[in-house]
């Protein structure tokens, strides 16, 4: 590809999006809400300068952020350099015009074991602390707060606006959409 091929192909949605009818914020962010909770698995993307790994994960959404449990591996790697992450989570069995997704941009956090934040995401997810105290190795919880969640979804199109839908994490002091 050319540089201007690859220019335009980058710029297609941001071209696309200039266009189209924006949803309300409120409802939008409702959609999400559904849409997130409704689901319990993401690809979680992690990167470092020289390393990147993507990983299935099981979730749970609360409280505006999703909270994972996992034993660990490479994930950590690029976590320790670099806490900017994305997801995706998708409806894996859908026909041509019948997209459902959410693209995810966030930041990572690992949650210290066994403090409050960590009982309360264990109790959500009905894992018994005794279980958790057992373990020969920590059970770590990362909690991924999104700045940005790009919507793809073909029926927002059927109510007239664009199949795209970015919402965005208010800025403190910043005035929203």
Not at 61 to 80: C, N, P, R, V, Y
């Amino acid at each position: 590809m050319t540089e201007e091929e690859y220019e335009q192909a980058a710029s297609f949605w941001t071209r696309k999006d200039e266009k189209e009818t924006k949803l309300n914020r409120d409802a939008l962010y409702d959609w999400i809400d559904a849409f997130l909770s409704s689901h319990k698995v993401l690809a979680l993307a992690a990167a470092s300068a020289d390393f990147i790994r993507c990983t299935p994960l099981e979730y749970t959404w609360h409280d505006g952020a999703f909270w994972i449990f996992t034993e660990g591996g490479l994930k950590f790697k690029a976590l320790k350099a670099n806490k900017r992450v994305a997801a995706a989570v998708f409806e894996s069995n859908t026909s041509f015009g019948g997209l459902h997704s959410a693209q995810i941009e966030g930041n990572a956090e690992v949650i210290e074991p066994f403090s409050e934040a960590y009982k309360q995401a264990a109790a959500i997810r009905k894992i018994p602390l005794d279980a958790l105290k057992k373990l020969e190795e920590p059970m770590w919880l990362l909690k991924i707060t999104p700045t940005a969640i790009t919507c793809l979804n073909s029926d927002f199109k059927k109510q007239g606006y664009g199949s795209r839908q970015i919402w965005r994490a208010a800025v403190s002091g910043a005035s929203e959409e």
